[in-house]
């Protein structure tokens, strides 16, 4: 099934969509991320009954550049977990704007093979203004589509920045996608998505420099500091299916060595970290911008602009109490 | 001249050094960065020092996916501008990491002909755990090189995603590139840059697929919502220097009319709003990290992983008296 965001939720309570989406009812999972993804009362309802959940489902984020074929490769593996029987979750974190919606619309089509499927929930998030930001929205959401009995849920960026990168750091298994001739390694090095990958993928590999780019890749996995994860560099041409089977063999191979070496525990103790405190920090940046009266954010900034006040001054107006680190 | 970050700085107080770095000494300048940089005590006392500053410089922000040509079009950009006697300074916002640092540097090679110039000031700013992020220390960045006289400053990000949209959008003029058959101008809608746009370029405009692109972008610009500024569509070929005097013409043109329209100072003013904002909630973060005993965050988060506590009751503990939003 597929939902899109910004839903109105009305009717059932929290608990009711709870238990239905448990029993895997695709109309309560889409009605919870969507509370998720508002925050607030009800988002606070949903994350309390659901405590339990997270933990089950393989979490894979996939990032790269534009134009490597994410989508592509997120339709692809989709595919082949559905063969052998597991069910799927994606999560595909956009960042939220009227103008690309169009854009987003069009290409999300790929995944419509899918939309029918009852063993696959889809879902596009916002992320621009979002409450919280990814690190809020994207854990809560994963607990609900483990409550709803995914065993996979694979999470794919569109961006390639810093939030994107700290997003997909945080999933069980990363995977980074490039594609010959698309600026390669190096550019990809300079979006700091290497030291992320659990996984290379270089997609569109029946392109000219495909070779080229693995071998980069490989030399740069060289270069720097790794633990005992031996960073598989695979070839996958994602249109055609091909190097699908051996992408996910590669990430049972990683889920498996994770579980058994301790860092899965210690990447989920790291993502509850950052979502208690972008729960805190949501919550004072809105006690912020309700602060009204002459103490005011927009009023503090003009003195700002007119240089009448530094930012650390402003922020003592604004957040009395709290000191500088360091 | 060209300074790295991380630098210490022992021996002159600010004050003296905020003189030295008005009569434009780089050494000054490159240690007043580091502070902002490193933020805390002496990070305020510089903030509290060019409270005055900033507003004189044309800040440009320059962002597209990797692999664009953003590094050579930002060295175009320098030489142009000094052609014609301005001051520059270029602030290359990185994500930071020991992995990619590497390749970082290899290519910042590119800006090494203004590196003896007296009249560049280049700087790398590592962001990746960066206390208060790019919102927090790119706008003080921005005060200490008004304050050294540079009459434009260019930041160029490296990343494609929320963030560095986040900080070129606050840019008095902002840049956004793409290069024909990268994957288009649908796929730089999926990264959210399309919209905040003040300039498009199409970079590497020697390629096939060039007017394919412009004529996209065009289309797209036409599909959103503009106010009176109309986006150009330009092409370059910044390898060699063409188009590039065309490019200082619109950054100029938007520069008169965003001056007169009031846009630039009301993006000033949303500057100075992040900023203030990123102080608070840097020392909110400071604060949690640095909480100890049962309610520190480490164990909270190591109980919501257990299933012992949802992250809402979590952020209760560890910061009380803080409101859900909505």
């Not at 809020?136 to 920045?161: F, M, Y």
Request: aromatic share 2%; glycine share 14%.
């Amino acid at each position: 099934m597929c939902e899109k965001g910004g839903e109105r939720v009305t009717g059932p309570d929290v608990a009711e969509l709870v238990a239905r989406a448990r029993a895997g009812e695709p109309l309560a999972v889409g009605r919870l991320l969507s509370l998720v993804e508002a925050g607030g009362a009800r988002g606070r309802q949903v994350a309390s009954a659901l405590a339990d959940d997270g933990g089950r489902a393989h979490v894979v984020g996939l990032t790269g550049p534009p134009g490597v074929g994410k989508s592509t490769t997120t339709s692809a593996l989709v595919a082949a977990l559905r063969a052998r029987g597991s069910r799927v979750g994606v999560l595909a974190v956009d960042p939220s704007s009227p103008f690309s919606g169009g854009a987003l619309l069009g290409d999300r089509v790929r995944m419509a093979e899918h939309a029918e499927d009852p063993g696959v929930f889809i879902r596009s998030m916002a992320t621009r203004g979002q409450l919280g930001g990814l690190a809020g929205a994207t854990p809560q959401a994963l607990r609900v589509l483990d409550a709803a009995g995914c065993d996979v849920v694979l999470i794919e960026t569109v961006g390639v920045g810093q939030s994107e990168v700290d997003v997909v750091a945080l999933a069980d298994t990363t995977v980074v996608l490039l594609a010959p001739g698309m600026g390669d390694g190096v550019q990809a090095a300079k979006a700091g998505v290497l030291e992320v990958a659990d996984v290379f993928v270089v997609n569109k590999a029946d392109r000219d420099g495909a070779t080229q780019a693995v071998r980069e890749l490989r030399h740069m996995i060289g270069l720097g500091e790794r633990g005992e994860w031996r960073v598989p560099v695979l070839r996958t041409v994602a249109s055609r299916g091909e190097g699908v089977a051996e992408l996910v063999a590669a990430l049972d191979a990683h889920r498996q060595w994770s579980d058994g070496s301790g860092e899965r525990e210690r990447r989920r103790v790291a993502r509850a970290e950052a979502e208690i405190e972008a729960v805190v920090v949501t919550r004072l940046r809105a006690r912020i911008r309700d602060a009204h009266g002459a103490a005011g954010l927009p009023d503090l900034a003009k003195r700002v602009v007119a240089g009448e006040l530094d930012p650390y001054a402003a922020a003592d107006e604004l957040q009395p109490g709290l000191a500088e680190p360091g």
